[in-house]
């Protein structure tokens, strides 16, 4: 759910960025080999969209050290070489999947969703509780059979929720999971989203709230 995007093409970056985030992702955007380093270290991510031919520190080490490291987070490199050799020596060096550029956007999206659960425990493609039902494939939900109208932030938090089967989630967590490294803590947002999601799952309500520990449904 948490993607970190290292590319030296700041209008392309942010084009990709705007685009993850639509999909449902939570997106950190950095345009160096030394900065992608500096959030891998601060930011637990699921994917990397790493841009092989990065400044200052190139995407090639970054790809070695997260490997080294023994990191979770999947790599999806990114080239404007489309050669053979290319590509087998950036899987070579760790990357979990290659990208020649241009690429359709749809397919990036595709890819960075089927390494996102690589990197993470099984997720059932649809997750079923107390009348919701959600299909995590093509994100749509029900409440009893009732089409449920979700920004893709809220989408995310109610899967987190019913990935819990049950149990609580804090704040803290929900953060972490769905929202990207500017969120301010203080700011309220899990509050306000919860609110928002509250609302329009409808009557009888079906999230808990627990006081200082989190949110369970």
């Known amino acids: 759910m948490r993607v970190l995007v290292a590319e030296d093409e700041e209008v392309l970056a942010e084009l990709i960025a705007t685009g993850l985030s639509r999909a449902g992702f939570a997106v950190d955007t950095v345009y160096s080999g030394d900065a992608a380093l500096a959030y891998l270290g601060l930011y637990d991510y699921d ?9 200052r520190v190139h995407g090639d080490e970054v790809a070695r050290q997260l490997v080294a490291a023994a990191s979770r987070t999947r790599i999806l490199m990114l080239t404007a070489s489309s050669a053979l050799a290319d590509r087998v020596a950036g899987l ?24 996102r659960r690589r990197s993470a425990r099984p997720v059932p493609p649809l997750l079923e509780r107390h009348g919701i039902r959600l299909d995590t ?9 009732r089409e449920l109208v979700l920004s893709p932030k ?29 969120a301010d803590p203080f700011t309220g947002a899990v509050r306000v989203c919860m609110s928002k999601l509250r609302a329009k799952l409808g009557e009888p309500a079906l999230i808990r709230t627990v006081q200082g520990v989190g949110y369970a449904l």
């Open 92 to 115: 070579d060096l760790g990357a979990d999947d290659y990208l020649g550029k241009p690429f359709d956007f749809p397919e990036l999206v595709s890819r960075v969703r089927a390494l």
């Open 154 to 182: 809220e989408f995310t938090v109610l899967q987190i929720l019913l990935e819990a089967d049950g149990g609580m989630v804090s704040a803290e967590e929900l953060l972490e999971r769905a929202w990207d490294a500017h």
């Open 137 to 145: 494939v093509r994100r749509t939900a029900w409440r009893e059979g």
């Open 47 to 55: 994917v990397i969209v790493l841009d092989r031919d990065l400044p």
